[in-house]
C-alpha cells in the first residue's frame, strides 16, 4: 500500500519569490496542506495558472502544472478536464487575469459547470506589473493608473459568479489558512465549477496595512447558514462592508463532462457498436 503523502511532498524545487508578507505565502501553505488532506495523485492533478505574482503558484507545486498565457488560465483549464475527466484541475489567477483581460471566460466556465476548482487571489491590484489598478481596486484608492483616486465602481466577484450561475462560491482570506484549506478541500471535492475568492493582500502596492484593514471587515459564516438559498446568498454578497468568509452558495447540478459523455460520447459508441467508425461519425455533421 501507497504511503500518505505529506503536504511538503506537494512542494516543487522552486523557491517563492513574493515580497515578504505577500498574502499569497498563506495562500500557497495552506494549499499544501489541502493537496495532503485530499492525498491528491500528483500523476492525475493539473494545477495551473494565467500571469501574475498570484500566477506564480503554478510553479511552486508539485503536480502537472502550467504557468500560461494572462487571462487565459480558465480555457486551458476546461480543455484539459474536458479531454481528460479523471484529472483533478486547479486553475488559480489575480484579479486582474480573472476579472480584467480575462474577464470573458468566466461566465462560461461557470455556466456549463465545468467541474474545476478556480481560485482568484484577490489583492485589489496589478501586483506583478507594479500597481496599476484593478477591477476591484476599491473606489478612492490611488495607484499608478489612478493619480486622482479610483474613479470606476468596483466588482463583486462573489455576487458576479453566483449571477453567473458557478455552483459553488465561497470567500476566504490569506490571513487565515486554516479556513483556506477547509475550503480548498470542500471546493476540490465539489463536483462541479467551484470558484474561490481568496482576499490576499499585495503589502507593497497597497500597503502594510492590508491584513488589519482586512481582519477588522471579515465575518465568518454561520455553521448552520444554508448556502443553497440564492437569494440569502445575493443579501450576503451584497454586503461590502462586512466581509462574510466561507461557502456562501453551493447547488449540485450536472457537470458538463457529465453532459457530454451521455448525450454525445455515449450515445458516439452506441450508433459504432463501440467501435469507432470516423466516417459515420463525419457524416452527422455533414450540412
Ligand atoms: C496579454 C498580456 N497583457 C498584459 C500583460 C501584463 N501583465 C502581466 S501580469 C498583469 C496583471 C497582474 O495582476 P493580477 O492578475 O491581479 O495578478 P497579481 O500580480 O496582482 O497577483 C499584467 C497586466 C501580459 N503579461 N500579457
Ligand atoms: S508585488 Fe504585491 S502581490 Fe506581488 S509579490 Fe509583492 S506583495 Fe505579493
Ligand atoms: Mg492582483
Redesign the pocket.
Given at each position: 500500500m501507497n504511503e500518505a503523502k505529506k503536504a511538503a511532498e506537494y512542494r516543487s524545487e522552486l523557491k517563492p519569490i513574493w515580497c515578504p508578507g505577500c498574502g499569497?505565502f498563506g495562500f500557497l501553505n495552506a494549499l499544501y496542506k489541502a493537496l495532503e488532506e485530499l492525498q491528491l495523485d500528483t500523476a492525475n492533478t493539473v494545477v495551473c495558472s494565467?500571469?501574475?505574482?498570484?500566477?506564480?503558484i503554478s510553479g511552486y507545486v508539485k503536480a502537472y502544472t502550467f504557468n500560461g498565457?494572462?487571462?487565459r488560465v480558465l480555457p486551458f483549464a476546461s480543455g484539459v478536464k474536458m479531454s481528460r475527466p479523471e484529472t483533478t484541475v486547479i486553475a488559480v489567477?489575480?484579479?486582474?487575469?480573472?476579472?480584467?483581460?480575462?474577464a470573458g471566460h468566466i461566465g462560461h466556465a461557470a455556466r456549463k459547470n465545468i467541474n474545476i476548482t478556480y481560485i482568484v487571489?484577490?489583492?485589489?491590484?496589478?501586483?506583478?506589473?507594479k500597481g496599476?489598478a484593478?477591477p476591484?481596486t476599491p473606489l478612492g484608492v490611488r495607484t499608478k493608473t489612478t493619480y486622482y483616486g479610483n474613479m470606476g465602481t468596483t466588482f463583486n466577484p462573489v455576487r458576479m459568479l453566483i449571477a453567473y450561475k458557478a455552483s459553488f462560491v465561497a470567500r476566504t482570506f490569506s490571513g487565515d489558512p486554516k479556513h483556506i484549506q477547509k475550503i480548498l478541500v470542500d471546493a476540490v471535492r465539489h463536483p462541479g465549477f467551484a470558484f474561490i475568492e481568496v482576499l490576499?493582500p499585495?503589502v507593497t502596492?497597497r500597503g502594510q496595512d492590508q491584513y488589519k484593514i482586512l481582519r477588522d471587515r471579515v465575518r465568518y459564516l454561520d455553521e448552520n447558514y444554508n448556502p443553497e438559498n440564492e437569494v440569502e446568498a445575493f443579501d450576503i454578497a451584497n454586503d461590502e462592508n462586512t466581509l462574510a468568509l466561507g461557502v456562501i452558495y453551493k447547488k449540485i447540478r450536472p457537470t458538463y463532462d457529465e453532459i457530454i459523455q451521455q448525450n454525445v460520447i455515449s450515445k458516439a459508441k452506441a450508433a459504432s457498436n463501440g467501435i469507432a467508425k470516423i466516417d459515420k461519425l463525419l457524416e452527422q455533421f455533414q450540412p
Open positions: 499569497d494565467g500571469i501574475g505574482c498570484s500566477s506564480r498565457i494572462h487571462g489567477g489575480g484579479d486582474g487575469d480573472g476579472f480584467s483581460i480575462g487571489l484577490d489583492n485589489n491590484i496589478y501586483g506583478l506589473t496599476q484593478s476591484t490576499s499585495c502596492f
